[in-house]
Each structure stands twice: as C-alpha cells, then as structure tokens.
C-alpha cells in the first residue's frame, strides 16, 4: 500500500533559524512529489514540485530533495520567519496508483 | 500556473439537505478532476477520480450515492454531497489534471452541516 509519511508532525522553532521538514514514501516508483502550505482553513498553495527525474528544486528560501531510492525528500527552510508559521503537506504521485497521495502534514510555528 | 477555482467557497446547510460543489479548469482543458476531503487537524484524503464524460471511480469507503460527482465538460466537475449531515462537515478540494499530467489544486470549499 502507498503511504505517504512526514515527521515531525509538529514544530516550533525561533524566527531565523534553519530548518528541516521530512516526508517519507513507500514506494520509489513515483512520477513525482511535490510541497505544498496550507495556511489555517486556507487551501494549498505549492511550494515546490519534484518530478521523478530531478533531485532538487529551489524557491527562494526553500530548497527540497529528492532521493527515490531512500523514499524520503526534506524540505529545507532558511532563515525561518513568523509568516512561515503553517502547515506544510507532502504529496506524492505513485507511478502504478496515479493518484496523488497526501502525508498527514508538518504544523510549524516560528516564534518571534 | 494554470487556475482551478471551487465554488462556493463555504457553504453552511440544514441537515438532511444536499450540496453542490463546483470545480472548474479556468483556463485549460481537465480530462481528470480529483476530489479531496480534508477533516480538522487531518491531511486530504482522495474521495474519487472523475473523469469527462464517464463514471468517477471512488476510493474505498467512499459511498458513492452521498457524494455524487458530474464531469459533464473538460472543464467542470461538481460534487453533490445528498442528504448532508453533520458528519460531512468538513473541507473539500478538488484537484485538475492537465493533458500533460501537471496538477493544480482548486482554493476549497468549506461545508458545514448544521
């Protein structure tokens, strides 16, 4: 069964710090993965999408990794900053299933 | 990127009445729509697949009489959520394929069942 996994489910850091968001994925047969935030009764927004050929993608303060081989991609944030606070989602698309599978969520808050 | 837009955007019924949900491609063509319910404090789960001009297909435990799903157009799908309850109440998404397999994600719907 595809799952799509992130840890930690919660965290709290100090603006300016750096951090790290991991998603974890049961299948390496992925068409793609792809961050997205997901502000408080707000919908989506996308952050960034990797697709399956590619390591990494970059936008701004973020950077995200993929490595199919391990099933895990990061999400990296520099510099955090009190509008980062949010909820950030992993979705992963599964090359058999086709279907784009969600993980339960990271809610991160950085404290001013 | 390309835009879904839903309709309403909240919506607040008496139980026992039905909801329409709408979702649309605003510019380009969705031979797949997807549709997602989101519970507080809970990630979006898929509900179904819809594709144009056929039947959607839905996700186990999914009853597929309560949420009723039209892809009459390349670019509308709607969910009809019958006979809400309260239980329903809950954050729907829809979601567009385009032909060359990108995704976008419609803003919601928040439906709460009184």
Redesign the interface.
């Known amino acids: 069964k595809q799952e799509v996994t992130q840890i930690p489910a919660a965290l709290s850091v100090p603006e300016g710090e750096n951090l790290v968001l991991n998603c974890s994925f049961t299948d390496s047969a992925i068409y793609n993965l792809q961050w997205f935030r997901q502000d408080p009764g707000k919908g989506l927004t996308s952050l960034l999408l990797i697709q399956s050929s590619q390591r990494e993608q970059t936008s701004g303060r973020l950077n995200a990794s993929l490595d199919k081989s391990s099933g895990r991609s990061t999400l990296y944030i520099a510099a955090s900053q009190p509008g980062d606070s949010a909820t950030y989602l992993c979705a992963v698309r599964y090359t058999s299933y086709d279907k784009v599978i969600f993980g339960p969520g990271t809610s991160l808050s950085v404290i001013p | ?1 390309a835009v879904v837009s839903q309709h309403p955007s909240w919506v607040i019924c008496k139980s026992g009445t039905s909801v329409k949900i709408e979702c649309r491609s605003l510019d380009f063509q969705a031979t797949t729509m ?1 549709w ?1 319910r989101q519970f507080p404090k ?5 509900m179904a ?1 819809s594709n144009e001009g056929s039947k959607a297909t839905y996700e186990q435990g999914v009853e597929k009489d309560k949420f009723l799903i039209n892809h009459a157009s390349l670019t509308l799908s709607t969910l009809t959520v019958t006979s809400a309850h309260p239980e329903d109440s809950s ?1 729907y ?1 829809c ?1 567009a394929r385009l032909p060359n ?1 990108e ?6 719907t ?1 439906l709460t069942v009184l």
């Open positions: 990127g997807f997602y809970q990630s979006l789960m898929l697949t954050f998404i979601s397999n995704q976008f994600f419609g803003p919601g928040r």
